[in-house]
């Protein structure tokens, strides 16, 4: 199979406070991941897309400088959430392609992040 | 305009039932078409992958694509409670391209 997990699955900060979710393809190399965003009952958005060793692409409107990624290895992305404030309060799901010639992304169980 | 328009719902069926779900979209350029499958709190899973147009079926799963309408179908037949999920519609202009999504529709059938 190709298994994408996500940690943590749900977690609850205060504002102002930063947050780390990590998205780990767990029996493939990934050379790239996808984060999205998901309100309820809405679709997800792409907010970014990252590749193995290089720099992040922001989609249009989403902060770079809040939402940081990081694609360190061909395993792992992170993305952290700095000064997390209410509105950041989402569904964050990550999902990771095998390789250059592959259309399948395999995406991740998700994490819900609560900023109180 | 949204690339992607599909009707939230929700959608609430008895068991057994031939289900429908659709979606249009205004980008031509789309090629590549798949339906996710979203159970509560978990992240997609891809049910059904189709290139172009034409039909594609998996079971009692069939994936209609009619590229002159920019419409695309997923019929469920001989629907079971355990496909009780939001069913995702999402597109592509290429094969490495981003995912252009819909907005899901919540499905819900009941024994």
């Known amino acids: 199979g190709a298994v994408v997990s996500q940690h943590p699955s749900r977690v609850i900060c205060k504002s102002g406070t930063s947050v780390k979710i990590e998205c780990r393809s767990l029996?493939?190399?990934?050379?790239?991941m996808f984060w999205y965003r998901q309100f309820p009952k809405q679709s997800l958005m792409l907010m970014a897309t990252?590749?193995?060793?290089?720099?992040?692409?922001?989609e249009q409107g989403v902060e770079k400088d809040k939402f940081l990624i990081n694609h360190a290895s061909l395993t792992l992305s992170t993305l952290t959430v700095t000064s997390a404030h209410p509105e950041d309060s989402s569904f964050y799901i990550c999902?990771?392609?095998?390789?250059?010639?592959?259309?399948?992304?395999?995406f991740g169980p998700g994490t819900r992040l609560t900023v109180t | 305009q949204k690339e992607v328009e599909q009707d939230p719902g929700p959608l609430s069926v008895p068991e057994g039932a031939i289900v429908s779900l659709n979606c249009t979209y205004s980008?031509?350029?789309?090629?590549?078409f798949m339906w996710y499958r979203q159970y509560s709190r978990k992240g997609p899973e891809l049910l059904m992958y189709?290139?172009?147009?034409g039909n594609k079926e998996d079971g009692r799963f069939t994936a209609q694509v009619d590229k002159s309408s920019k419409y695309i179908s997923l019929f469920i037949r001989d629907s079971q409670p355990s496909d009780s999920a939001t069913y995702l519609c999402?597109?592509?202009?290429?094969?490495?391209?981003?995912?252009?999504f819909g907005r899901g529709t919540q499905l819900t059938v009941w024994p």
């Open positions: 990252s590749n193995e060793g290089s720099k992040a692409t922001y």
């Open positions: 999402a597109m592509k202009g290429s094969t490495l391209g981003r995912l252009y």
């Open positions: 999902s990771a392609r095998r390789d250059s010639n592959s259309y399948e992304q395999y």
């Open positions: 980008n031509s350029a789309f090629q590549y």
């Open positions: 189709t290139y172009s147009s």
């Open positions: 029996d493939f190399q990934a050379t790239t």
